[in-house]
């Protein structure tokens, strides 16, 4: 069973307007969250992250809402840029020395 | 910020072939190190959890004779794919975890095609 499920593999934004990616988990046991972006053929690089004591992170362009409730986050973008076109994958842990569950990711297009 | 080195970024190799891949943290230790399977329009996959000075953590289904992980120091974490076949053939990427903030830097990956 996943834990963390990005359920759209795929979102195509015009350049400038937001972009919007979902994320939903199901441990609640989860407490640290992360955005992961990448390129083909190369590891992901961290994004931005966000512990459940927050509700919203922002960061640049960059924001990370969290809604406990819901075990739901989502990553907006904006304003989003031709270069922001990549997979991005939405990561889940416990606390402490945990390895991160990743979800299957979403392939951003950002159409200029 | 944290450069985590994977080497190398590409290898082909012959079916029955051991190939070692090593993940280098350069300007921190890391007494933690992961390493991740992709497989194409897949999520990255755990396969185990390295820690320096002590036998790695395997997940479940993954071969641990098969996939050799040995973490000597606090800045290095190799993994060998031993007698490799084609089924094998994937992307791996390493991560290190910076300490205290537990941040995760990941490798740029290891493009493996065994023939």
């Known amino acids: 069973d996943q834990q963390v499920k990005q359920n759209s593999p795929s979102l195509s934004v015009q350049e400038g307007r937001i972009s919007i990616l979902n994320c939903d988990y199901t441990?609640?046991?989860?407490?640290?969250f992360l955005w992961y972006k990448k390129y083909p053929a190369e590891g992901p690089t961290f994004l931005i992250s966000?512990?459940?004591?927050?509700d919203k992170n922002e960061d640049g362009r960059f924001t990370v809402f969290l809604n406990k409730s819901a075990k739901h986050l989502s990553l907006h973008i904006v304003p989003s840029q031709p270069g922001d076109s990549a997979v991005y994958f939405c990561a889940a842990s416990a606390s402490g020395n945990t390895p991160l569950v990743f979800g299957k990711g979403t392939r951003l297009s950002v159409i200029a | 910020g944290a450069v985590v080195s994977q080497h190398p970024s590409r290898v082909i190799c012959k079916s029955g072939t051991s190939v070692k891949i090593e993940c280098r943290s350069l300007?921190?230790?890391?007494?933690?190190m992961f390493w991740y399977r992709q497989f194409p329009k897949k999520s990255l996959m755990l396969m185990a959890t390295?820690?320096?000075?002590?036998?790695?953590?395997?997940e479940q289904g993954v071969e641990k004779d098969k996939f050799l992980i040995n973490h000597a120091s606090l800045t290095l974490s190799t993994l060998t794919v031993t007698s490799a076949h084609p089924e094998d053939s994937s992307f791996y990427i390493c991560?290190?975890?910076?300490?205290?903030?537990?941040?995760?830097?990941f490798g740029s990956g290891t493009q493996l095609s065994v023939l």
């Open positions: 966000i512990s459940s004591i927050k």
């Open positions: 991560s290190a975890m910076e300490q205290p903030n537990e941040k995760l830097f």
């Open positions: 390295s820690n320096e000075g002590s036998k790695a953590t395997y």
């Open positions: 441990n609640s046991m989860f407490d640290y």
């Open positions: 300007d921190f230790q890391a007494t933690t």
